[in-house]
């Protein structure tokens, strides 16, 4: 069995110091955030029960009544909560090894990368960085906003799409963009990225499965086979899919197409909006509706309707009164998508909800 430590750690060269030593131990661990609330920490202390902690001390101090894990567990990381509850999803070692492998084959450059750390390691997007260079030959940055990490010797930043919008990345050789569907168009230093907590990152680069990495779409649902799966949730089995040909593969939640071994994501399944018997993805709304005039920030939500069965409603944060706003919206929705998909009303909000990694958090919404 394998010890479990939480690293109660800020972003930094201790944290993956830390880390390094949980490698070379074979314990298990998970990052906590140094920041959150009494209230949060003891939460999610309660929901992992580690065997110890690690913060500014120089060795990990025990804890009563922890547990140990499996030998060969990896990172413990909690998923997002952008649909639900967030859960702890075990990875092994060798799940990150594969994970770290395949990006790093992937985003094969010249010269050694560079990786800017910009993203919080609390998840798995900002993990997956650190452990490229624990587990890999890359070099980390840090204490540098995204901003200006190019012009101190980063070559690679992960950011998600509010920084991407917020700061200028032309100076990096590759900006890998996950946590959220993706604009329009982006530059030609940008590659696009698809995965999740349970995936162990991003596996879909521009909609291409990585090397190793399968896919499938069963009832319009993405299927995943990969190396760099979780093995389980902390407190329970890991759900697969175990008919019609297809024998533990991990259903994703996610609705999708695939063309020409491309995959096109379309958003969360439990958040379709069907309004008069058509399907509207919220997320395809939002792709659009964030480039509209006065739109400050959008999200997409259905609300229950007796006629309809759902209408669709923008949620928008805007300077600029409700009619005009509509009006821009209704318009882009039907040139784009079709009449059906047009907003019947919108709720004015001071802010978006979202989670720490970007995501519109739709179970607050």
């Known amino acids: ?30 990052v906590l955030d140094p920041n959150q609330s009494i209230l949060r920490r003891t939460e999610a202390l309660a929901a992992l029960r580690p065997t110890h902690i690690w913060s500014d001390e120089a060795t990990p101090t025990p804890l009563a009544n922890g547990r140990t894990l499996r030998e060969g567990d990896g990172a413990v990381v909690f998923t997002s909560g952008s649909s639900g509850a967030p859960k702890a999803a075990v990875l092994t070692w060798e799940a990150l090894r594969q994970s770290a492998t395949l990006t790093s084959t992937a985003l094969a450059r010249e010269s050694q990368p560079t990786w800017l750390a910009a993203l919080p390691p609390t998840h798995i997007g900002g993990l997956a960085v650190l452990l490229r260079c624990v587990l ?5 940055l840090f204490d540098h906003d995204v901003a200006d990490g190019a012009e101190f010797g980063a070559t690679h930043v992960a950011v998600v799409r509010t920084q991407l919008a917020r700061y200028d990345t032309s100076a990096y050789e590759c900006v890998l963009l996950g946590g ?14 698809w995965g999740m907590t349970e995936t162990g990152s991003g596996v879909l680069y521009d909609g291409t499965p990585l090397p190793g990495v399968r896919v499938a779409v069963l009832d319009g649902e993405l299927l995943i086979a990969s190396p760099t799966l979780f093995s389980r949730y902390l407190d329970s089995d890991r759900p697969s899919v175990t008919h019609e040909g297809y024998l533990d593969w991990f259903p994703t939640g996610d609705g999708a197409s695939l063309h020409d071994g491309v995959v096109s994501i379309h958003g969360r399944l439990g958040y379709v909006i069907n309004t008069g ?24 939500v259905g609300r229950d309707d007796d006629e309809w069965g759902q209408r669709i409603v923008a949620c928008v944060v805007t300077d600029e009164d409700d009619a005009t706003i509509l009006d821009r919206l209704r318009a882009v929705a039907k040139e784009h998508v079709g009449r059906w998909a047009q907003p019947k009303s919108i709720e004015r909000v001071a802010v978006i909800p979202r989670t720490a990694n970007g995501k519109i958090n739709r179970s607050a919404l």
Not at 1 to 30: H, S, T, Y
Not at 136 to 140: D, H, K, Y
Not at 277 to 300: C, I, S
């Open 277 to 300: 018997g058509e399907k509207v993805w919220p997320e395809d709304l939002e792709r659009l509706f964030t480039e509209v005039e006065g739109v400050n920030d959008v999200a997409v």
């Open 180 to 193: 959220g569907p993706a604009p329009n168009s982006v530059a030609s230093n940008v590659v696009t990225t």
């Open 136 to 140: 890999g030959p890359a070099e980390l």
């Open 1 to 30: 069995m394998a010890n479990f430590v939480a690293l109660e750690m800020p972003l930094g060269k201790p944290l993956v110091q830390a880390i390094r030593r949980c490698l070379d131990a074979e314990w298990a661990f998970c």
